[in-house]
């Protein structure tokens, strides 16, 4: 379903980027025509029973990429560097793109988000481990009190 908030961010957007985004959105809509568009956090988000994938216009550049990235790379397996190329430049939201041209092949992205939305109806999600911070020390003078004072 199209939103038209997602019309007016393409139509205020530069105009070099205006052919990107028009290009994302079809194929996010040929991929799943039951995608739904939404503004999250500013940008345009395609969503599917979740986040499938977002896109944002820059001054120089527009970031597009999938929400669940590394489980849709374990999933298309060999088939993955297509769709999110190594030598990208990253950027905020995803790889970053200066025109139409370097987006990957339509056919690609299409399989990622087939991929994507059969991953967010079926609720599998990709675990997610966090480190944990080890507790910060005592000053040395803090601590030098700490130990002649067994109370404290």
């Known amino acids: 379903m199209r ?5 007016a961010y ?7 980027a205006k052919p990107i985004l028009r290009h994302v959105r079809t194929l996010m809509h040929r991929g799943c025509p039951r995608i739904e568009e939404a503004i999250k956090w500013g940008v345009p988000t395609f969503e599917r029973e979740g986040i499938v994938a977002m896109m944002a216009a820059f001054k120089r550049h527009v970031a597009f990429g999938f929400w669940s990235e590394k489980l849709i ?7 993955a560097d297509r769709v999110f190329p190594k030598d990208a430049k990253l950027g905020m ?14 056919a ?8 994507a939305v059969a991953l967010n109806e079926s609720g599998e999600r990709r675990k997610r ?3 944990r911070k080890p507790p910060p020390k005592a000053p040395p003078d803090l601590a030098a009190a700490l130990k002649k004072n067994a109370r404290a």
């Open 73 to 79: 790379r374990e999933k298309l397996g060999a088939e």
């Open 93 to 106: 939201g995803g790889r970053r793109y200066l025109s139409r041209d370097e987006l990957p092949p339509d």
């Open 129 to 131: 481990v966090r480190k």
């Open 3 to 7: 939103n038209p908030a997602v019309d």
């Open 10 to 16: 393409i139509a205020k957007s530069a105009d070099f």
């Open 108 to 115: 690609a992205i299409l399989r990622a988000v087939k991929v």
